[in-house]
């Protein structure tokens, strides 16, 4: 519905719409929704820093303000570690996406990205969004064919009450993740999540099919995994691996 961002660094503005879907500059769009963002800044030099170092805390800070008064601001910013981000932006009502189709997907809203909910839709799934912390009893109301968890920002680890959602409901219906929602699954078979050190940004990550062998080259775009080594469950199956940093 709108832009979730907390800060855009580019290295130059681009004052050319160059897509015919375009409807604002960039800079207009940010003044409208009140978002901060920078450029001139060479996004190069950042991008090797993360490279080495992983994950860093940054600000952008308006005129000149002194370094040091900005480095301890930054130093005392919160982590994204133990952070429950999900309650900010999650729906606080259920609310139908589309009415038309044979069958009901329930979507748990922790953030959920509209291309989803149409592709949903076009599969021919009716598709209703709840809240992240909606009751499992009132889901079960509903009576879904499947149940998606949405992917969202930030540590699936502080969101146990949606893990026990799922945890309610997983031998009832099918339910499947993205993303974040996927790292809550793994929370529900007994898996833990960790921070990785980079993250995985971007549309080259090449994954491989461990039943197949076969390599898919995928968009992805998380700071948080599943440990792997720490899912016991006998009934758990690994099916594929990021082939980057395993």
């Known amino acids: 519905s709108h832009p979730h961002i907390e800060g855009f660094v580019v290295h130059e503005l681009s004052t050319t719409a160059s897509n015919f879907r375009s ?17 001139r800044v060479d996004t190069r030099a950042i991008t090797i820093t993360l490279r080495e170092k992983g994950a860093l805390r940054g600000g952008i ?52 990205k509209h291309t989803i909910l149409r592709m ?13 912390a909606y009751p499992p009893e009132e889901i079960v109301k509903i009576d879904p064919a499947g149940i998606l968890v949405s992917n969202g920002p930030g540590d699936p680890a502080p969101l146990h009450y949606i893990a026990a959602t799922v ?4 031998e009832r219906f099918p339910i499947f993740g993205i993303c974040l929602g996927h790292q809550i699954l793994g929370m529900v078979f007994g898996g833990k999540t960790y921070k990785l050190k980079f993250g995985h940004h971007g549309a080259n990550h090449p994954v491989r099919d461990l039943l197949t062998g076969k390599i898919c080259i995928t968009t992805q775009n998380h700071g948080f ?19 980057n940093d395993g």
Do not use: Y
Not at 76 to 83: A, E, M, N
Not at 167 to 170: I, K
């Open 23 to 39: 409807t604002l500059p960039l800079d207009q769009l940010f003044a409208k929704q009140k978002l901060t963002g920078i450029h």
């Open 61 to 112: 800070f308006p005129g000149e303000p002194d370094r040091n008064t900005m480095i301890a601001e930054v130093r005392t910013s919160p982590v994204l570690t133990g952070k429950d981000l999900v309650k900010k932006i999650s729906r606080k009502q259920p609310s139908w996406w589309n009415t038309e189709g044979t069958r009901t997907i329930a979507v748990i809203d922790c953030g959920v």
């Open 120 to 132: 949903l839709a076009a599969q021919g799934f009716k598709v209703i969004v709840v809240p992240a």
């Open 167 to 170: 945890a309610t409901l997983v």
């Open 225 to 243: 995994c599943v440990d792997a080594e720490s899912l016991r469950d006998p009934n758990i199956e690994l099916t594929h691996l990021n082939l």
